[in-house]
């Protein structure tokens, strides 16, 4: 493989993002073949150099994959569980690179999750900063008011700190109506933690999309991203193009 600055080896296999990667090495935490590397200009080759971040070595990834899995209820988006219950990796098997999620979903929600052995793009992906947005379809169990709609578009307090402005239109009415979400940010159970604030329970929650990309596979199953769609997130992420980043 060929030489690379090592903020970009240390992004890619998913150990920080680029900014955080450069304060390792600056501050010393970094290692190539034994020596402390402080000089952010540094490149390294990691397919021959030995390269350790606090002492731990990395390894060069096989090929870069990435998948769009529909995740149904009842799982949790780990790779492994404690309390022994299903893990989105339960049904990712056959695919011989371990991937991991990006993001996660709670475990009764259910809908779209990208997983990838990406460590840049995860964290492209999931830093607040990418603006990248996320639909949902919600099952609640009662309307909103205007106000409370309102509320929900300028920001919810949760945890004493406001929620980004988030999108929310009714798609569908009724005693238990469905309400399309658009969120930037991805705080834990933050949409039902941000109806929960109105007093009103989500019953079901399904992710449909990721920025351009679209739920279109059944519950339970996969598919891989064409180059063109891994191109498109690169873009819209705005990471270099590089040679191993096409996917298989």
Known sequence: M??????????????????????FIVTGRVRVNGKVI???????????????????????????????????????????????????????????????????LDFNSEGLLLLTNDGELTNRITAARSHVEKTYVVKVSRALTDPHEEQFRRGVPVYGRKTAPASVKLIKPGDSPWYEVKL??????????????????????????????????????????????????RKLLRMEETADAKPR
């Open 184 to 233: 930037i940010e991805g705080r834990q159970n933050q949409i039902r933690l941000m109806f929960q604030h109105f007093s009103v329970l989500v019953e079901k929650l399904r992710r449909v999309r990721i920025a351009f990309l679209d739920l279109d596979v059944r519950p339970g199953e996969f598919r891989h991203l064409t180059p063109k769609e891994v191109e498109r997130f």
């Open 38 to 104: 402080t000089e952010l200009g540094s490149k390294a080759d990691i397919g021959r150099d030995h390269i350790k971040v606090d002492n731990k070595l990395l390894h060069a990834p096989g090929h870069l994959v990435y998948l769009a899995l529909n995740k149904p209820r009842g799982y949790v988006t780990t790779s492994s569980d404690p309390q022994q219950r299903p893990t989105v990796m339960d049904l990712v098997k056959g695919v011989r690179e371990r991937v991991y999620p990006v993001g996660r």
């Open 2 to 23: 060929p030489e690379e600055r090592l903020q970009k080896i240390l992004a890619r296999a998913g150990i920080a993002s680029r900014r955080a990667a450069e304060e």
